[in-house]
């Protein structure tokens, strides 16, 4: 993520990002030096999200970024969802400089104004054709029709869905979702409030989000796991899967929370949550005695965890129903809702 200033621009394309399911390697503010290039690439992220300036403002920082980029002697896709007023001058000095360019709506064409969707359907699109649909995975030209959503995004419109069935009297779902090389949590504060601002003056904050921990899994990431758990104080897992669970989703949550501005102990969504989902085979997988034991041990969590946690019903997701809950909802929103609707009847806690 390239953005013009931190705490505006930058922070609005982060959060696009996020809530489009995808993995932030790095986020680079201000025009790009030779340290900051040099930073982004070794981070080989797989797209670039360029951003920066409101539509028909400061314009500088996004000419120079690009200039930079298309200089680079670097081939990886960009994203480009910047000020509109620049984007035809700004894309065509990218693709002078051989990058492949995908043009988005501005994330934030006003200053307190974010609109992620355009750069949401334009970062699966990239991420269907290069890195799914490239040489790295698969080269079968009939890959973008068989492919719906990526699953990332499936669970985020499935757990909308979940949140809409249980409103009002349940506002919130947070679905802590573990895996094996990753941990996402996905929320939805409200589903009905796409600009929903929690602390943060200049950037609206989406009100349906997801964050991705690429060093918090059971198997792949586990060494990174225990590597976390320590930094964050916690007790470093063992070799048990329920443990490392508990450990990943602990520290996901924690993330997560800090990540949000006002998310968090105290925040709106600590006040509001309504229902926790846990997914992933750690959990699926489980007697529903040792789930609640679990369970326990994160709502006791005193760094921010147990706010969502403590006294907030929980369910397992034991069929990993959101990813179709997710996929139906556009075409057949009825069995979409009564799938939803189904995941609720048995809870853990």
Do not use: K
Request: aromatic share 2%; net charge negative; hydrophobic share 50%.
């Amino acid at each position: 993520m390239v953005g013009y200033e931190e705490l505006i621009s930058a922070e609005a394309g982060h959060r696009a990002a996020l809530s489009a399911g995808a993995r932030v390697v790095h986020v680079a503010a201000g025009v790009l030096d030779e340290a900051a290039l040099t930073a982004l690439r070794s981070c080989a992220p797989d797209v670039v999200l360029l951003v920066g300036g409101t539509d028909g403002g400061e314009a500088s920082v996004l000419r120079a970024n690009a200039a930079t980029l298309a200089g680079a002697d670097w081939s990886v896709p960009v994203v480009l969802a910047g000020n509109a007023a620049v984007r035809e001058e700004v894309a065509a000095v990218l693709r002078g400089g051989g990058l492949p360019v995908t043009e988005a709506d501005n994330v934030l064409p006003d200053i307190g104004r974010l609109a992620p969707e355009s750069a949401r359907t334009a970062i699966r699109g990239v991420f269907l054709e290069h890195v799914i649909g490239g040489d790295r995975l698969s080269t079968d030209p009939r890959l973008r029709a068989w492919v719906r959503a990526v699953t990332p995004d499936a669970v985020l419109e499935g757990v909308t869905v979940l949140a809409r069935e249980l409103a009002p009297d349940r506002v919130s779902v947070v679905v802590l979702d573990v895996g094996g090389a990753t941990t996402d949590v996905y929320c939805v504060p409200d589903p009905d409030a796409e600009q929903a601002t929690l602390g943060r003056e200049a950037v609206g904050v989406p009100a349906r989000r997801r964050t991705v921990e690429g060093d918090l899994g059971v198997s792949w990431s586990f060494d990174a796991l225990r590597t976390a758990a320590a930094a964050e104080g916690l007790p470093v897992p063992g070799d048990e899967p329920l443990e490392l669970g508990g450990a990943a989703a602990t520290i996901a949550l924690r993330r997560h929370l800090r990540a949000e501005a006002g998310y968090g102990p105290g925040g709106a969504s600590a006040r509001s949550a309504g229902l926790v989902v846990l997914s992933g085979g750690v959990f699926r997988h489980a007697t529903p005695a040792a789930v609640a034991g679990v369970v326990a041990r994160v709502a006791a969590d005193a760094g921010g965890a147990g706010s969502i946690l403590d006294g907030t019903p929980v369910v397992v997701d034991r069929q990993y129903v959101l990813a179709a809950v997710g996929l139906l909802a556009a075409d057949h929103p009825d069995a979409a809702a009564a799938l939803a609707r189904g995941l609720v009847t048995p809870r853990v806690g």
